[in-house]
């Protein structure tokens, strides 16, 4: 099931869809010196849903801003549609003075869409994210997984093809984290979008993915590609499969020793 970075995968796991995101060689030097990424080279293609773990500080969340832009690479390349990229982070980043659906509607106004179709694809969204009823609320009344879930559908409103996600969850209990990992499966099986997604919950990972990657301490490289064995949809019975423990076993080890610097 583990396949090393570099090395050529099985013929069986071949996989011949269409890049939706590529590094290349990428790496990043910080102005102040701070060398984040070493190198990472990287395809994700269309449809994959992929996560990332690793130590903390080891770059996750710039290689995240490379992709979509907000940081510049020092080397490499990196190929992506950035017309039709999403964006979630762990803050769900919401105005607090403008409703649900103000903040929903908040992507599509900076593009310049007219009014009566961003509420209605706003609408569509916030219904999606099951906040039905909720449009006309303020930030500050809703709980903390509500709030990410309109975050979401802001994301969402723009359809985005590849959709990023850094540590959405994190900050949220684990009921509730658990709900939303079951209803990002069903949104990105509806939507087919390309998932990359950090967190340090390797179940989380497992979970979610068809592709776990562990990232070195930094500066941070790819260590180890672990490809997912189960289907889509996904039920939550899987965490307690005995294949879904030995995985998420042997991740921790890997990350383990990539906190560690080595074995
Ligand atoms: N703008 C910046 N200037 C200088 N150094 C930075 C900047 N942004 C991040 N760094 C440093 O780059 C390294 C990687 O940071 P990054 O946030 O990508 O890590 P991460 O893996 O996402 O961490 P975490 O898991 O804790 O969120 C860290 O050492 C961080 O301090």
Known sequence: MTVSAGAPEPAAM??????????????MRFPDGTQAIGEVSLTIRQGEFVSIVGPSGCGKSTLLKIASGLF???TGTVTVDRSHLGYTFQDATLLPWRKVLGNVELLMEL????????????LEQISLVGLDGFANHYPKR?????????????????NPTVFMFDEPFGALDEITRERLNDELLSLYMRKGFTGLFITHSISEAVYLSSKVIVMSRRPGTILNVYDIPFGFPRSPELRYDPVFTELCGEISVSLREATEGGA
């Open 14 to 27: 071949e996989d011949t869809r269409p890049a939706a995101l590529t590094f290349d060689k990428v790496s």
């Open 72 to 74: 510049p690479q020092t």
């Open 111 to 122: 593009r310049g869409y007219p009014k009566e179709e961003r509420r209605r694809i706003a």
């Open 142 to 158: 809703l709980s903390g997984g509500m709030r990410m879930r309109a975050s979401l559908a802001r994301s969402l409103s723009l």
